[in-house]
């Protein structure tokens, strides 16, 4: 079983920033691939940032340049770093992880709300 507890979200004007984390507790071998996803309201849930154990990182091209996604394997903890907000990031943002323990299991957060005012 893996937990993964998000904080960190908020309500900052267009223009500001804010950091999640999303650290995971509970029984594991590794932890590979860690990723932020969103979903806004009446849409699908997006991919916003992924990063490897090894520290390669991916960006949805909405977020390019504007967000930084970082990870601290020592503390199972993986960050957003959310600059140059637009209303259009307001979402649920939901940490996941792929971690090994026997097998490979998928897990998510519960989900922090990002809202951002124009």
């Known amino acids: 079983q893996v937990q993964l507890v998000e904080s960190g979200g908020g309500l900052v004007q267009a223009g500001g920033s804010l950091r999640l984390s999303c650290t995971a507790s509970?029984?594991?071998?590794?932890?590979?691939?860690m990723g932020w996803y969103r979903q806004a309201p009446e849409k699908q849930r997006e991919l916003v940032a992924s990063i490897t154990s090894s520290g390669n990182t991916n960006y949805a091209d909405s977020v390019k340049g504007r967000f930084t996604i970082s990870r601290d394997n020592d503390k199972n903890t993986v960050y957003l770093q959310m600059n140059s907000l637009k209303p259009e990031d307001t979402a649920v943002y939901y940490c996941?992880?792929?971690?090994?323990?026997?097998?490979?299991?998928?897990?998510w957060g519960q989900g922090t709300q990002v809202t951002v005012s124009s």
């Open positions: 509970g029984s594991f071998f590794s932890i590979n691939t």
């Open positions: 996941n992880a792929d971690v090994e323990w026997f097998r490979n299991w998928n897990s």
